[in-house]
């Protein structure tokens, strides 16, 4: 869920009410939000970089609202305040108007055809006769960046570019260039730079580098120019400096350029549905014409709204409430979702508005209907049907094995599902590609780049961790390993497997043979080679030459059983002898 953080006196003041911390805390509750924390710039600093590096930060109180990832009207202080009022009934919920202006007069945006593999999407929109102050415009960049990382997908769907469209005229073309051709200013910066400068000069920026890789491979890059040739932005990097926007801006040429013309719209709706609030004639977008390459002409915004016919019943039974129709229009409304009975009073008409592009079934209204009915409310009864629970087979084979491993001295471990190549392959004397791995696409730290496919890297990284422990260290851990299978829908398969290791002055092989005989004991699987279980001497590349056994039962291979390789013991940073056993359970569920 995105976090939204707002000044407390800020909100209050637009709320045109102050409320304790628990009261705003229910207040939030009832909407269907989580007031996360309540803290201050000074206090984030202090966190994350310790009180030195805080002296001198503000002190103003800062709410940090939790809001569903699909409420984008939600995302700034202005679409909060706005729903918190319109719930509370203090205002009626604005209606957005959209300006088309006179023939020749509008902003015109032409794509070019260059656009088509890399953004081949743009719509536009203005902001006319805006007043920006310092917070209205801090939470006009905010709003744009908590879109980037939402539905915008980190730019990869959308890029949002705002312009001073006093500083430029149309008509603007969107268009790509190589690289080579491309040559601006770039926002904030003090010279020009070619689009390869650029990309070169943002590698190691903390904020951009993230992007780079939507386009750096490109024969072309997106572009957008004046009709003097002036650079507005090069998407989804970065805009040019000739229009960046101030507090002292008062017209806005607002640009979403992207791969998905869809979610484009939906970005482009609410910027200018949240901040016409501060236009010279307030809810009010001036309408900017869109030609496509095919000649095609679309009139953005659309602030398009449309209407839903929903019966109480269904919202009733869905519930398990019984309001009157009028009741539940009432409640919707309250939700931003202006609603009328219609017909005998058999059906509702909800009229679905710009800013709510989260309402795409019938159950997303029902849901706003429970919300604003009261989750607390909602009368508890017993289920008309009636189930028996039971815990799978292969957990309660899980649960009873980790009670009577306990008891035989051993302690249980817990460790991560996702580890580096690392420490399944090289460090196990492995190659990657052997070991059928499940890599993570876009892995945030070496740590966790692939599901591991054995537990015992996993215990013996926790023993090299508690080292200085008395000896001996007796671990296991029955977990989930992961492995491709291109059979499965998903093409890879989960396994449940039980490792147990023993790391001493001795290898104690004796102590791990032992543990074995005890699981099968358990198990009730017997020690014979036909109808039980046996042990064959066997290579592994991460045991030590002639200790190493596998395990059959009942005729198929579990796993495997022996002395770790020192060169293995080494390269987890341990210094004594260990054994170590690993095998699957599934088979006896």
């Avoid at 951009?208 to 507005?232: A, C, F, M």
């Avoid at 039974?317 to 009432?330: D, Q, V």
């Avoid at 876009?442 to 740590?447: G, L, Q, S, V």
């Avoid at 032992?514 to 080679?529: A, I, N, T």
């Amino acid at each position: 869920m995105p976090t939204v953080s707002v000044k407390r006196d800020l909100l209050f003041r637009a709320l045109g009410r102050s409320y304790t911390d628990e009261e705003f805390n229910d207040l939030c509750f009832e909407f269907g939000l989580e007031l996360d924390e309540v803290t201050s710039e000074k206090d984030i600093i202090s966190k994350e970089k310790g009180q030195e590096k805080a002296k001198g930060a503000s002190e103003t109180v800062l709410y940090k609202i939790d809001v569903p990832a699909n409420r984008y009207d939600l995302l700034c202080l202005e679409g909060l305040v706005r729903g918190l009022q319109v719930f509370k009934e203090r205002i009626n919920l604005p209606r957005y108007e959209k300006i088309i202006p006179a023939q020749g007069e509008g902003q015109r945006l032409i794509i070019t055809e260059e656009t088509a593999h890399v953004r081949p999407h743009a719509v536009a929109a203005v902001l006319r006769n805006i007043t920006f102050t310092k917070e209205r415009y801090d939470s006009f960049i905010d709003l744009q960046e908590k879109l980037h990382q939402n539905i915008c997908r980190r730019r990869a769907l959308v890029a949002i570019g705002t312009h001073d469209l006093d500083t430029i005229s149309g008509p603007f073309t969107f268009t790509a260039k190589a690289p080579s051709e491309i040559k601006f200013k770039p926002l904030n910066q003090s010279k020009e730079y070619t689009a390869s400068q650029i990309m070169d000069l943002y590698r190691s920026d903390s904020h951009l580098r993230h992007y780079l890789h939507l386009i750096e491979n490109k024969p072309l890059y997106p572009v957008i120019y004046d009709s003097n040739g002036v650079v507005l932005s090069m998407p989804p990097i970065i805009n040019g400096d000739h229009t960046k926007i101030s507090v002292k801006t008062r017209n806005v040429f607002i640009e979403c350029t992207g791969t998905d013309l869809t979610k484009a719209k939906i970005v482009l709706d609410i910027i200018v549905t949240m901040f016409s609030e501060y236009c010279e004639k307030p809810f009010s977008v001036e309408a900017a014409e869109v030609v496509c390459p095919n000649g095609k002409t679309h009139i953005y915004p659309e602030l398009a709204y449309r209407k839903e016919k929903v019966k109480p019943d269904l919202i009733n039974k869905k519930i398990g409430i019984s309001e009157t129709p009028s009741s539940l229009a009432k409640l919707l409304t309250r939700m931003c979702l202006t609603s009328h009975v219609t017909g005998n009073g058999n059906s509702l008409e909800i009229e679905i508005p710009p800013t709510r592009a989260d309402i795409i079934h019938a159950c997303d209204i029902v849901e706003d209907a429970a919300i604003a009915y009261g989750y607390n409310n909602i009368q508890m009864t017993v289920p008309k049907t009636y189930t028996i629970a039971n815990q799978l087979p292969l957990n309660k084979l899980t649960e009873l094995l980790r009670l009577d491993l306990a008891a035989a001295g051993f302690t249980e471990a817990l460790t991560f599902a996702l580890c580096s190549q690392e420490d399944i392959a090289d460090k196990l004397g492995m190659d990657i590609s052997a070991t059928k791995a499940v890599r993570i696409a876009n892995p945030k730290t070496a740590e966790f780049q692939v599901a591991r496919t054995t537990l015992l890297p996993g215990l013996l990284k926790t023993i090299a961790a508690n080292r200085k422990m008395p000896l001996p260290l007796k671990l296991f851990e029955i977990s989930d390993i992961v492995v491709k299978d291109p059979n499965t829908d998903v093409g890879a398969r989960n396994y449940r497997h039980f490792c147990a290791v023993y790391y001493n002055k001795s290898p104690g092989f004796e102590i791990i043979h032992g543990l074995l005989d005890r699981v099968m004991q358990l198990l009730q699987v017997p020690p014979d080679e036909e109808n039980g279980y046996t042990i064959k001497a066997t290579e592994g590349s991460a045991f030590f030459p002639g200790r190493c056994a596998e395990i059959f039962a009942r005729g198929q291979s579990i796993g495997k059983l022996g002395v770790l390789h020192p060169d293995v013991i080494t390269k987890f940073e341990l210094t004594m002898p260990c054994s170590a056993l690993e095998i699957n359970i599934e088979p006896f569920v």
